[in-house]
């Protein structure tokens, strides 16, 4: 073969193309950040993706439960309706219902004379069921209040 161009043939060829048998510096470069822009651009998904669970973290246990599983829910399914939500769940301040319910049980308990320790929870047959392990103390009628014996 000779070394001469076909007369054809430009004389000044781009920089981009290689001779033959060399390495092609352009389609190297350019694999390695198509590489670098993949992981940089499923990054930025993911942490996008994650937001409502950082935002519903300083939040109630349960209110971040679920605004998580809506997020594994929207990342599996691709159904951008729960990401969505659990967006709007992570925004809202839920109140506080679990406080006040337990101070009514507090005092329904000390109203009935006993204490979350005297409760036992078994089975009787199929069926749960509650035993209180210990006799509640019996109330004082009228009569023994007022004096009349």
């Known amino acids: 073969m000779s070394d001469q161009l076909h007369p054809l043939a430009p004389h000044h060829l781009p920089g981009f193309i290689t001779a033959p048998g060399d390495t092609d510096v352009w389609m190297v470069v350019m694999g390695v950040f198509l590489i670098v822009a993949v992981l940089a651009v499923g990054n930025l998904y993911?942490?996008?993706?994650?937001?409502?669970?950082?935002?519903?973290?300083?939040?109630?246990?349960?209110?971040?439960?679920?605004?998580?599983?809506?997020?594994?829910l929207a990342l599996f399914t691709h159904i951008h309706l729960f990401w969505i939500g659990a967006l709007l769940l992570?925004?809202?301040?839920?109140?506080?219902?679990?406080?006040?319910?337990?101070?009514?049980?507090?005092?329904?308990?000390?109203?009935?004379?006993?204490?979350?320790?005297?409760?036992?929870?078994?089975?009787?047959?199929?069926?749960?069921?509650?035993?209180?392990?210990?006799?509640?103390?019996?109330?004082?009628?009228?009569?023994?209040v007022h004096g009349h014996a």
């Open 46 to 72: 993911l942490k996008l993706h994650s937001l409502p669970e950082r935002m519903a973290h300083k939040s109630q246990k349960l209110q971040f439960e679920i605004v998580a599983v809506l997020g594994l």
């Open 90 to 144: 992570a925004m809202i301040d839920l109140p506080d219902f679990s406080t006040p319910l337990r101070s009514i049980a507090g005092s329904v308990e000390k109203i009935a004379g006993t204490s979350p320790d005297d409760v036992v929870v078994g089975e009787v047959g199929n069926a749960p069921a509650l035993a209180v392990t210990e006799e509640p103390k019996p109330r004082a009628s009228k009569r023994e």
